[in-house]
T-cell receptor
Framework: AQSVAQPEDQVNVAEGNPLTVKCTYS??????LFWYVQYPNRGLQFLLK??????LVKGSYGFEAEFNKSQTSFHLKKPSALVSDSALYFC?????????????FGTGTRLQVFP | GAVVSQHPSWVICKSGTSVKIECRSL??????MFWYRQFPKQSLMLMAT?????????EQGVEKDKFLINHASLTLSTLTVTSAHPEDSSFYIC????????????FGEGSRLTVL
């Protein structure tokens, strides 16, 4: 069965400092991995994805994530956090072989960036 | 990127009434759409997979007679909450696979349902 774990309910970071939001996954075979961001009372916005190729993926708003197959992780990072990055972040996975396109989401991590 | 529009954004209804939520793909055709439900401070729960021209596939534990899904065209899927009750109050979000089939899903802005 596919699953995603986001071990931190909330991450607090000061503006200007680097941030990391953790994600680990479990899937049979090779994964498709995604990060989405959600602002209050809004839908999800796509940030970035790993399909194949380079393990370091760059996405929107200066975010990046590194696929680590041995650790089955796909942590989201940003070198310098902004107050406007404060939001709810979801990691998602789908098995590459899966017959459906549905994504399995983690429980979400609330990022709070303080001025 | 692909745009998914959801309507209404907010709806308040009386207990026992039915509410319809629309999900449209604006600049692409979506043979498959997904409906999620999100409780406060919780993750997304996949309710069903909506396939154009065929019956929706519901996830375990989701009442198909309660949550009616219709995907009559390549750009429109609807979710009808029938005989709504206060416990159905939630944030409902639809998503669609983009035409390029690059793996990611594109999400609507969500619909907040409050049942009085």
């Amino acid at each position: 069965a596919q699953s995603v774990a986001q071990p931190e309910d909330q991450v607090n970071v000061a503006e200007g400092n680097p941030l990391t939001v953790k994600c680990t996954y479990s899937v049979s075979g090779n994964p498709y991995l995604f990060w989405y961001v959600q602002y209050p009372n809004r839908g999800l916005q796509f940030l970035l994805k790993y399909i194949t190729g380079d393990n370091l993926v760059k996405g929107s708003y200066g975010f990046e994530a590194e696929f680590n197959k041995s650790q089955t992780s796909f942590h989201l990072k940003k070198p310098s956090a902004l107050v406007s990055d404060s939001a709810l972040y979801f990691c998602a996975v789908r098995a590459r072989w899966a017959s459906t396109d549905k994504l399995i989401f983690g429980t979400g991590t609330r990022l709070q960036v303080f001025p | 990127g692909a745009v998914v529009s959801q309507h209404p954004s907010w709806v308040i209804c009386k207990s026992g009434t039915s509410v319809k939520i629309e999900c449209r793909s604006l600049d692409f055709q979506a043979t498959t759409m997904f409906w999620y439900r999100q409780f406060p401070k919780q993750s997304l729960m996949l309710m069903a997979t909506s396939n154009e021209g065929s019956k929706a596939t519901y996830e375990q534990g989701v009442e198909k007679d309660k949550f009616l899904i219709n995907h009559a065209s390549l750009t429109l899927s609807t979710l009808t909450v029938t005989s709504a009750h206060p416990e159905d109050s939630s944030f409902y979000i639809c998503s669609a696979k983009g035409a390029a089939n690059t793996g990611e899903l594109f999400f609507g802005e969500g619909s907040r349902l409050t049942v009085l």
